[in-house]
């Protein structure tokens, strides 16, 4: 009898975390179907009465308020994520997508930052901290984070643009020129850098 009763206990429970499986799965296809049509309200709504404490639910959330222009709550729901997953990496580059929106640039870079504690060698974060740093006239910490892309990706048009535009602020015209040259090789119609060429 208690074997048949805790068989019947796990059928239940086993039926009711399918039920709430399927249940996510058609609120996210419905969710995916309304962003296509650039429904963003529609997305929203179809995900709200799921389970909130669900980290897939939030970083959507966060995906799909930020398309609705949304900031605030946008941001919101991506720190939701992270608290939920602490490590997540990906919640993190869909905070700063608020955040920029809304120029929070100081929160931006401490993002970035997190970023590369846990993955010291992505060339997004580094190369978008080095952009940030180069904005604030911080050459030499936007060298540290440029040059480690350029190790990774030595033929990168942006990453070489970047690292001739910070050279050159530091007045290493010679040096620069031969990043921008490197940038010029891989896109020969690039304004940007023919217009810093002739800087040098």
Do not use: C
């Amino acid at each position: 009898m208690k074997k048949h009763i805790k068989i019947t206990v796990a059928t239940l429970l086993i039926s009711g975390l399918l039920t709430a499986q399927q249940s996510n799965d058609v609120a996210f296809s419905k969710s995916y179907l309304y962003e296509y049509e650039t429904q963003y309200m529609k997305a929203i709504k179809s995900l709200q009465d799921l389970n909130l404490d669900n980290y897939e639910v939030n970083l959507r959330l966060g995906w799909l308020f930020y398309l609705q222009k949304d900031y605030l709550k946008s941001e919101t729901y991506y720190k939701k994520a992270i608290a939920l997953e602490n490590a997540s990496v990906e919640a993190r580059f869909g905070l700063v997508l608020p955040l920029s929106a809304l120029s929070n640039w100081n929160n931006v870079l401490a993002i970035y930052l997190e970023i590369l504690k846990q993955d010291p060698n992505n060339s997004i974060a580094n190369y978008r901290t080095a952009s940030i740093y180069f904005t604030r006239k911080e050459y030499g910490n936007a060298v540290n984070h440029i040059l480690k892309v350029i190790k990774m990706y030595p033929f990168d048009f942006d990453s070489n643009l970047l690292y001739g535009r910070t050279l050159l602020a530091q007045g290493k015209n010679a040096e620069a020129k031969k990043y921008v040259e490197k940038a010029l090789e891989y896109n020969p119609q690039s304004d940007e850098a023919k217009i810093l060429m002739k800087k040098l």
